[in-house]
C-alpha cells in the first residue's frame, strides 16, 4: 500500500450485524494504497479452490500486521518450494546485501538464519490477520451516501480484483482480497447513523477501517513482487477515536 492513499473494504452486514488496513505508523507503516495490477496476474486465483477462514476462530486472535517484512514471512510461509534463504536474508539486512566476502556473509547468514525461521514459523501460525486502513487528506474510504440504495459505496480500487495494497518499509510484497466484491458497500439503513458518517466522508474526517483476514495463497506478481491473496472475514469502520461508525 502506498503511503497517504487509503484502502478499505466494508463489511456487507447482515442486518447491520457483522461489522463491517493502515497507513502511517512508525517507520513500518502501512501505506495503504490502491494499485493497479494486471488482471491476467489475479483472474488465476478466482479459478482455483483456495483455503477458507474458519468462522469460529475468535476475532481477537488475529494478529496485526503492521510492517512489510511480516507480509513477506507470510508470503515465504504460504509459498510452494524450498525457502529462499538468500532473498529473506537481502530483504532483512542491507549489511548482507552489502557484502561481498563470502566468508562474512556465511557467517551474516548463520546469525540471520534463526530470524528467519522464528518468522516463518509465526506466519505459518498466523495466516489469520488484521490490517488496518485509515483516511487520509485526499483518499478515498467511502463514497457519498447513495440515497437509493442507502448504502455508502466503497471505492472500487479498494474491493476491484486490480486493487492491492502494501508496506513502505517493504514494498515488494502485496495484498490482494479474493472476496472484494461482497464488500463493495457499506449499508447503513438508519438516516441518523447515515447522516453522521456522510458528513465524515464529506468533511475528509479521520475514518479507519479494521479488516480482519485470512491468508489463502502465495503466489508471484509483476516485478518481483509476491502477492499474499487473502480472504476478509470481517471489516468494521471506526471514526478518529476509535468509535464504530454503525453505532448510535
Not at 129 to 144: A, H
Not at 218 to 227: C, I, L, M, R, V
Request: hydrophobic residues 40%; charged residues 25%.
Amino acid at each position: 500500500m502506498k503511503k497517504g492513499y487509503l484502502v478499505i473494504g466494508c463489511v456487507l452486514l447482515a442486518a447491520l450485524a457483522g461489522g463491517c488496513g493502515e497507513q502511517k505508523k512508525k517507520g513500518a507503516t502501512p501505506a495503504a494504497g490502491p494499485q493497479q495490477q494486471d488482471k491476467a496476474a489475479s483472474a488465476p486465483v478466482a479459478q482455483r479452490t483456495l483455503a477458507q477462514a474458519d468462522p469460529s476462530v475468535p476475532l481477537a486472535s488475529y494478529i496485526r500486521l503492521d510492517s512489510g517484512n511480516q507480509l513477506m514471512f507470510m508470503y515465504h510461509a504460504l509459498a510452494s518450494g524450498a525457502v529462499d534463504y538468500e532473498k529473506i536474508a537481502g530483504e532483512m539486512s542491507s549489511d548482507y546485501r552489502r557484502v561481498d566476502d563470502g566468508f562474512k556473509r556465511q557467517d551474516m547468514m548463520a546469525a540471520l538464519k534463526p530470524r528467519i525461521d522464528d518468522g516463518l514459523a509465526k506466519a505459518k501460525a498466523g495466516r489469520y490477520f488484521v490490517y488496518v486502513y485509515e483516511v487520509s487528506l485526499g483518499s478515498k474510504v467511502l463514497e457519498q451516501y447513495d440515497f437509493n440504495a442507502k448504502s455508502f459505496p466503497v471505492d472500487q480500487s479498494i474491493w476491484g480484483p486490480d486493487a492491492y495494497s502494501y508496506f513502505n518499509d517493504n514494498a515488494r510484497y502485496h495484498i490482494s482480497y479474493t472476496n472484494g466484491e461482497a464488500f463493495r458497500e457499506l449499508k447503513v439503513e438508519d438516516a441518523e447513523i447515515a447522516r453522521k458518517i456522510e458528513a465524515l466522508v464529506t468533511g475528509y474526517k479521520p475514518i479507519k477501517a479494521i479488516v480482519h483476514a485470512f491468508a489463502q495463497e502465495a503466489s508471484p506478481g509483476q516485478h518481483e513482487t509476491g502477492k499474499v491473496y487473502a480472504q476478509i472475514v470481517k471489516i468494521k469502520f471506526t471514526d478518529g477515536r476509535g468509535q464504530d461508525l454503525l453505532a448510535k
